[in-house]
C-alpha cells in the first residue's frame, strides 16, 4: 500500500512560468490538503479538497495560485507565472475521512524559482 | 483556536529520555493534542494524539494534565535518527482544516 506520492520531488522553474505540484494520496483516501513550508518555518494550510470539490481554500493566495482534485487521477496544485517567493516545499496530506487529524503527507515537491 | 508555545530547540544524548512540552492556555473542550515529527527533506509524520491523562504507543508517550493547558511528549532512550524537527498541534477532530497550524516546532538534535 504506497503512501502518499507527490511529483515531481524537484521542480525548477524560471520566473513567469508555470509550476504543477502532483499529489495521488494513498489507496482509500479521499480527502486532499496542501501545505506549503518556506524554509526555516512551520508549514502552512493551503487548501482541502475532496473529490472534484474544494472544501477550504482559506489559505490558499488570491492569485495565480489553483487547486483540483478530479475524479481521475491526481490532485493538482497549480502556481502560474512563478516568482521568487513562491520558492518553498508544498506538502500534500491525505485522508481517508473529513479533518482527520492522523493525516499522512507525502515527502513534498521543493519548487525552486529562478 | 489555541495557540501552541513550545522551544525552538533541545540538545540531547544518545540513550537519555527526551521530554518536549508545548503549552496551549486556551485549549477548548472540543480540542485534541496532536504530535507530528519531521525529517528534513520530508513530510511531516504522526506521531500520537491525545485529549487527557496519558497516552501511549510504540514511539512515544504524551503525558496531559488535568488542566489541558499543557502537554509533554516523551521519547524513551533517543538515538540519532530521533533528530527531528517536533511539532505540537491542538485542535477540534471536527474543526477545519485551516485550523491545523503547524508553527515552528521544536528542533530536537541528538549526539553521540
Known amino acids: 500500500n504506497a503512501g502518499v506520492m507527490q511529483n515531481p520531488r524537484h521542480l525548477v522553474r524560471r520566473r513567469g512560468q508555470e509550476a504543477r505540484l502532483r499529489c495521488s494520496p494513498m489507496?482509500?483516501?479521499?480527502?486532499v490538503y496542501w501545505y506549503r513550508q518556506l524554509p526555516e518555518e512551520g508549514l502552512k494550510f493551503m487548501v482541502y479538497l475532496q473529490k472534484e470539490n474544494i472544501i477550504d481554500e482559506s489559505g490558499m493566495p488570491k492569485e495565480r495560485f489553483s487547486a483540483e482534485f478530479p475524479k481521475e487521477g491526481p490532485s493538482i496544485l497549480r502556481i502560474q507565472q512563478v516568482v521568487r517567493g513562491d520558492s518553498a516545499a508544498y506538502f500534500c496530506a491525505s485522508s481517508p475521512q473529513r479533518e482527520n487529524y492522523g493525516y499522512t503527507f507525502g515527502s513534498g515537491t521543493r519548487l525552486t524559482v529562478v | 483556536l489555541a495557540k501552541t508555545t513550545q522551544p525552538i530547540s533541545m540538545d540531547s544524548y544518545e540513550g537519555q529520555e527526551v521530554n518536549i512540552t508545548c503549552s496551549h492556555n486556551n485549549i477548548a473542550t472540543n480540542d485534541y493534542i496532536t504530535w507530528y515529527q519531521q525529517f528534513p527533506s520530508q513530510g511531516p509524520r504522526f506521531i500520537i494524539q491525545g485529549y487527557k491523562t496519558k497516552v501511549t504507543n510504540e514511539v512515544a508517550s504524551l503525558f496531559i494534565p488535568a488542566d489541558r493547558k499543557s502537554s509533554t511528549l516523551s521519547l524513551p532512550r533517543v538515538s540519532l535518527s530521533d533528530t527531528a524537527v517536533y511539532y505540537c498541534l491542538v485542535g477540534a477532530l471536527t474543526g477545519t482544516a485551516s485550523k491545523l497550524t503547524f508553527g515552528t516546532g521544536t528542533r530536537l538534535q541528538v549526539t553521540l
Open positions: 489507496k482509500g483516501h479521499s480527502h
